[in-house]
């Protein structure tokens, strides 16, 4: 059996100097989810819930700056030229 892969957030050098729980983008991704996944707003109101989904997209995109993602997996290589 191979190992899982797993997902490390790294703090770039030149990011905000505050550190962002994983929580707080967990829940901002959730409410970002919840809303795009409700059913479509009436006439006239999707204006508005664009602003909102843009809203949550930027706030999530901020707490984010800085970072990166390293993904940190099995990267079994085989010799197989059978």
Do not use: H
């Not at 479509?40 to 970072?67: C, F, N, T």
């Amino acid at each position: 059996m191979g190992k899982k892969s797993r997902v490390k957030t790294q703090k770039s050098g030149t990011g905000a100097t505050a550190s962002v729980s994983p929580k707080e983008t967990l829940n901002l991704t959730s409410e970002l989810l919840q809303k795009c996944s409700s059913p479509a707003p009436g006439p006239g109101k999707e204006w508005e819930e664009y602003v909102q989904i843009r809203s949550l997209v930027e706030k999530i995109r901020k707490k984010q700056k800085g970072r990166r993602i390293i993904f940190m997996g099995s990267t079994k290589i085989t010799n197989d030229c059978r």
